[in-house]
């Protein structure tokens, strides 16, 4: 079956321009996971999904940063004015929740801020 | 909070040397720990696991062993291979109401023939 898929592979924009960037989970999993990968900082969580339930936004960075999942799938990061800093590969991630269970990654988005 | 501490690379060395990898945790609750693997170009894979104070991870040749006292799970492998290449990192996962992964910073591995 498919794994999780993320598009776009890069995006490059402009400082103060708005990007989406959308993750496809595997079909039927639960749980949904943004983090991002930056140099120097490492992999960071940045919010979690999972069924109906309130999405946790503990590790979104600032206000600029949001998320959604529609219909419990797809799921879509907004980073509104982006800054330098933003620059980054996010990374989506997907489970069939719990602690026991493995999160599948998916191949990324390398943003850059110019 | 929780967090991880890996040694800082980059790693290199010749094929069949041996490997280690260290890392180190703190954690609230009682963590699962793992290594995921990102070989350049792919995406993030889980390498190894372990759940429980004194379990053993493996996979691959590479090995963890879930050092409670110690709050270690330091990564080894005794004959690397050119293949071995990538990035290693270090992670751990906690129960409450999100199952988050926190990672450490990741350690380049060159494996030169």
């Known amino acids: 079956g498919a794994g999780v898929s993320q598009s776009p592979s890069n995006k490059v924009t402009e400082k103060g321009k708005d990007v989406e960037l959308r993750c496809d989970p595997i079909?039927?999993?639960?749980?949904l996971y943004w983090y991002r990968q930056s140099l120097g900082q490492g992999l960071e969580f940045l919010i979690y999904?999972?069924?109906?339930?309130?999405?946790?936004k503990s590790g979104l960075p600032s206000d600029r940063f949001s998320a959604e999942r529609t219909g419990g799938s797809v799921s879509t990061l907004t980073i509104q004015r982006t800054q330098q800093e933003d620059s980054a590969v996010y990374l989506c991630?997907?489970?069939?929740?719990?602690?026991?269970?493995?999160?599948?990654f998916g191949p990324g988005t390398r943003l850059t801020v110019l | 909070g929780n967090s991880v501490t890996q040694m800082e690379g980059p790693v290199t060395l010749s094929e069949e040397a041996f490997l280690t990898i260290n890392c180190t945790y703190t954690?609230?609750?009682?963590?699962?720990l793992f290594w995921y693997v990102q070989y350049p170009g792919e995406g993030l894979q889980l390498l190894l696991k372990?759940?429980?104070?004194?379990d053993k991870g493996s996979n691959k040749g590479f090995e963890a062993t879930y050092r409670k006292e110690t709050t270690s799970f330091h990564l080894e492998k005794g004959s690397v291979q050119v293949s071995d290449s990538a990035v290693y990192f270090c992670?751990?996962?906690?129960?409450?109401?999100?199952?988050?992964?926190?990672f450490g910073k990741g350690t380049l591995l060159t494996v030169n023939p």
């Open positions: 991630a997907s489970s069939s929740g719990g602690l026991w269970n493995e999160q599948f």
């Open positions: 079909s039927g999993h639960t749980a």
């Open positions: 999904f999972q069924g109906n339930s309130a999405p946790d």
């Open positions: 954690a609230t609750g009682y963590p699962s």
């Open positions: 372990a759940t429980k104070a004194d």
């Open positions: 992670a751990l996962k906690v129960g409450g109401s999100n199952y988050k992964l926190t």
